[in-house]
């Protein structure tokens, strides 16, 4: 009888050695991004139960790095690894609880925003009323005014944006740290896009205000030769006919 248990208690020392020897080679594997052969080994340790290997092999089936993401099946292979008390695996139902929770934050980096706020406030910069000629002093001075606030404005808004990028920064990071893989790269996708329409937006919208202020300017100026050259016409008229006069 000793002899048996004794036999018995070696062979659950062998299959323990071996279990350990199988679950380093996982760990190497997996560091070595051979993906391929981790998978392997994780999931045959937790068929049998080995709850490490189980919170590894849901991490990778969660990343994406076992195939396509599955959270339905990372949630399982959690689940059983928190039951026989793996941290890791605790830690991460915490995180799909919260994930759950948060799911309405979560979108709105990925597809709701729209960069609004770098666009407001101090950096709202509406466009001046440019008129197609000025004649009178005191238009001509609200133009150039205008024309000159808004260009302040804009050269901070570019300013703001240059320094806001990329946008992925603005991510609150509770949220960031609930993101999947390819949650956060649609995310960096998206505020990319965001980035440039605003980027684009902007710049359209500066060309045509150059452009419409150019043409104010030069028939403005034009406008004030004439009308110079027409008072100073009519001075030298004056001036003659006091001489022919006298």
């Known amino acids: 009888m000793k002899r048996s248990l004794s036999c018995l208690t070696l062979s659950l020392l062998l299959c323990g050695t071996a279990f350990a020897g199988e679950l380093e080679n996982a760990h190497a594997a997996f560091a070595k991004k051979d993906f391929a052969t981790a998978i392997k080994l994780y999931t045959k340790l937790a068929n049998a139960g080995n709850p490490e ?60 925003y729209d960069g609004a706020d770098l666009k407001s406030g101090e950096f709202r910069c509406p466009a001046p009323r440019i008129p197609s000629m000025s004649k009178v002093n005191d238009e001509i001075d609200r133009v150039s005014a205008s024309v000159t606030a808004w260009q302040n404005c804009y050269n901070k808004f570019v300013t703001n944006l240059n320094a806001a990028s990329p946008l992925s920064k603005r991510i609150p990071a509770d949220i960031a740290k609930l993101m999947s893989k390819d949650e956060t790269e649609a995310s960096h996708a998206h505020l990319e896009r965001v980035r440039e329409n605003l980027a684009e937006e902007a710049k359209v919208s500066s060309k045509l205000i150059l452009a419409d202020f150019a043409a104010w300017r030069s028939a403005t100026e034009a406008y004030v030769a004439e009308h110079n050259a027409m008072v100073k016409g009519a001075g030298a008229s004056s001036d003659s006919i006091r001489t022919k006069t006298r």
């Open 53 to 112: 290997a189980q919170a590894h092999l849901a991490q990778m089936v969660w990343y994406g790095e076992a195939g396509v993401p599955d959270e339905t099946r990372a949630r399982e292979l959690f689940t059983k690894a928190a039951a026989k008390g793996n941290k890791v695996a605790i830690a991460s139902l915490d995180v799909m609880k919260q994930r759950t929770e948060r799911r309405a934050d979560i979108d709105y980096w990925i597809k709701g």
